[in-house]
């Protein structure tokens, strides 16, 4: 029995990587003909990165996100696989 930190983290994990894979997958689908609207979706987040120059250190922050159908539904079925665990 998973404790209810554990289980947390695990459904975390399953939803992230649903996310990923089902991401993966709109990318090569949009290349097949008939199936071109898993790719369908939008990107958001910082065009230009944040730099942060202390002299001695320099950090360079950027963040962008690209949802599409693909990974909406790939995280769907993750959250259906872990309830069903």
Known sequence: MLTKE?????????????????????????KINWLWWLSYGEQFGFTEPVILDLSVLKVTFSLWIKINVASIIGMILAVFVYRKM
Do not use: C, H, R
Request: proline letters at 0%; charged letters at 10%.
């Open 6 to 30: 554990k289980s947390i983290w695990v459904f975390l994990i399953f939803v992230l990587s649903g996310i990923v894979l089902g991401g993966l997958l709109g990318v090569l689908a949009e």
